[in-house]
């Protein structure tokens, strides 16, 4: 396990590095939008994964970063790259309010609720709230992003932006591991009572989990907007959400469990286009099939730091 | 790493440029269409259409000793397939796209071609395709603002209803007929007694009727599509509203009368005739020969008008021996004489809005077979 | 009135269908603490069920009895349906954590959902019009006959349910199941006889909703499910998921609170009005209307 994160993740990072130059432009579509996919599915299984909330509403917070952008492109002419500070400040003050009056909640009720947000989300842009999302349609024509005055028109080079964002959201997410933070979360999805009979404030440490993944969310939301110059209210459909939610269970609510997930459940499906009336249904069994094998995902997240025979014991909560 | 990779993103952009610029020997017409997905019939018809056309004009020896290739591409019907479409098919290097059949399908793509002077020819009838100036759009259908002033000269000048109550869902093609109607039996001193909205597919349009049925209208007219039209006649009949039923082209589907059932008679439907009723030559030339290729009728009117759209810019272009896509435009909107069209004369006005109209009514027979009751 | 009457009436034939699918929902949630996300899917399978039924085994037939027979055969069909899911799906992840089974649950919605599509097209698909249309005009209210059908027949359904589920030995055994599966285990209860038995009724009366579907609004599409499923598992929030009278309580307010929203204030936003309703109910009273509040281990 080890020597894998020292040379598995160097090995991963190079192969993604010179991935696009070998991939003709349909296969680089797919490619950035698998990178895409994984920021979106990292960020949920922050809220997910660690804090362990029952969160199927992530697309809200993913279309409201691209939605974000698009306005501010569109509308008022910001520069792309200018739009990203508010693509990720916004989701996360969004993240706060919303989360703030639900944490409580139990999970099932919780998971209906994000849906929930979800839905009324799509129902704003669907009818056009303030003029500015363009109703059922959406948003055409965004700018592409500028760098030092250089137009970033090539899929290749939004691939690289979109790498760049993984690269930033895996840095993320691995300080969070080592941080304060982190180790709160951990404790409190493992036993919220006996984290909150330790003094950590259950409450905060849940809404910062929001604020983050609907932060990150929101970034990637930024690059949706850039690859496909264009926004609209189908691609952050709930059923997206529920997208996000089972790539994290199905992989594992682990970097390499993510990444498997991604790939399973946006990537094969491209491979099988060929098969497109078949592949929801055989992907289904698929989903059955791995959670009766592999009940906790494929890679399942480790434990961190805790010594094995500690850990032995407490196999409860998930 | 980091300058790693900016060199080589750098050296991609150069590469990327560099073909950009590689030479063409072929006239590149791109199909944008629903190829797949709900509209599927119809982006097929389109595709085949184009296909049939471009055969035939390169069996005469091109255009200008080009031969037509012929590149597709399936919006499926979505708006977002259909942004990544046309970034395919500029990047592939067309001069010009056929398509695509709806309206959200086309806007989502038309920027894209007009930042690259691609020319775009749709079918698209919803008038917002023509309000963004773009000199890259042709319309080769009729707008939704023409079809508009026949169904309100119809309800409010033929049929003298007093009252009228008027139904759309959200879409842009819906939407905008709705409000062009509304607008245009205001001016024709029409009462619209309430606009109401739908959500397509939620079957449920009990609460919007019964609201409706409390203003009393002569007639209910319908600008969205026959899937949900079906259900509002059955339920408007449920609701005991003795009010008519006009629905707009889209309504112009069997599975209309299927939907409403008993209901469906008496139901009034507006659209251009289908392809079997053109009277002209040159359509009944092409539709023989597209059924003796594909074994069957085209779909609909819709997909030969694309055919009319896509000829009248060959024309364009072999009238002043250029490939240059700007003049071509310039040369169709100012047309002095129209070209002899599938669908009827074909001309351009200014904002690349096809000229003219030519619409009917139909009525919906007891055994749901259609009665043209007017005709443009 | 008039006006307020007919929104009444609407808002009741909903109602009573949101109900009979919420009924599903609630019972395997009560025993099993499981969102059976499949459950839509099944009521839409129910509805392509019975048009094949009446095409295929039935030649077309529009007799009653031909309408009945429809009915209990879908009804059959789905209850098999519904038994073989809760094998092959849910049983393997009985002891499994309690993500596991809801990504089950999704996986196998998929894979209803594109059954449904594989057998029957994407395309709509069209019910036969089995129930002649007949109105009776009540001073400005009409009322069809196909509503006081669907209202009739949903409460003789309920009623029978609830008399079922408090009345007999069974119920009995249902009821203890959800309480504590482990204690009605030690007290002789065949707790896996007790789970097929609740997706027999739950799938049943699912067919019936959706069949009642097929019947009011006559389109019928493959990808429905989760519309319904979605409002339905709303109203069984709404009542207090695992009560079973409050699911019907639930379905019956959530039916007459979209036909007033819609009717009233405005039929764009009737779905954000209903999350709105359900997020406000579930911060107030997170157990829904008839919940016990259960102190539950996190």
Redesign the interface.
Known sequence: MKNLERFGFPAFIVVMAILPNLLNSRWQAVAITFLIFTVVALSQDIILGKAGMFNMGQALFFGMGAYITAILNSQYGWPMLATIPVAIILPAIFGVLLAGPIVHLRGDYLLVTTIGFNIVFVQVVQNNLGGVTGGPNGIFGLDSISIFGTQLTSQISVYYFAFAVLLLTLFVMRNLEKSKAGRALHYLREDQLAAESIGINTRIYKIFAFALGAGIAGLAGTVFATQYSAVSPEAFEFIQSVLFFSIVLVGGSSIPGILIGVFVMFVLPEIFREFATWRFFIFGFAMILAMILRPRGIWPASFGKIPKFLIKESNHGA | MKRTIRNVMLTLCAVAMMAGLSWADTLKVGVQAPITGSYANEGQGIENGVRLIAAQINAKGGVMGKQIEVIPCDDQGTAMAAAICAKDLVNKGVSMVIGSYTSTCAEAAQKTYFNAGVLQTSDGTADSLTEHGYWTFLRNSFPNSAEAAFAANYMVNVKGYKSIAVVSDFSSYAAGLAEATIAEIKKAGGNVVTYAKIKADSQNFTPVLTNIKSKKPDVIFFAGYYSDGGQLRAQQKALGIKADFIGGDANDNPDFSKLAGSSAQGAYIINVPSPDALPYDIAKTFIADYQKTYGMMPPSIWGLMNIDGMRAIIHAMEHNQSFDTKKAADYLHNMDKPLEGITGSISFAKDGNRKGGAYVVKEIQADNSYKIVHAQ | MD?FL??LA?GLT?GSMFALVALGYTMV?GVM?L?NFAHGDMVAASAFVGLTIYTQVLGQATSLVAVIAIFLLAAVAMACVGILLER??YR??RE?????????A??????????I??IWG???R?FP?LVP?V?W?FGGV?I?L?QVIILVLSLILMIALYLFVEKTRMGAAIRASAIDQDAARLMGINVNNVIALIFVIGSSLGAVGGLF?GLY???I?FN?G??YG?YA??AA?LGG?GNIPGAMLGGMLLGLF??????YVS??????FT??L??LI??VR?TGLLGERVA?K?
């Open positions: 006006i007919q929104q609407n909903i949630y603490k969102i092959l799906a393997p992840l499994a954590p309690r993500l596991s089974a809801v990504v089950s999704l996986g196998a919605s998929l894979v209803i959902q594109n059954g599509m594989l994407p395309q709509m069209i019009e249309q109105y005009d009409v069809s196909i579907i609004y006559r389109g599409t429905m989760w519309q979605l598992f709303i929030i998921i979209q036909a007033f929203i819609a009717g039929s764009t936003w009737a779905d954000a999350f709105i359900l997020i579930l911060i997170p539950e996190v």
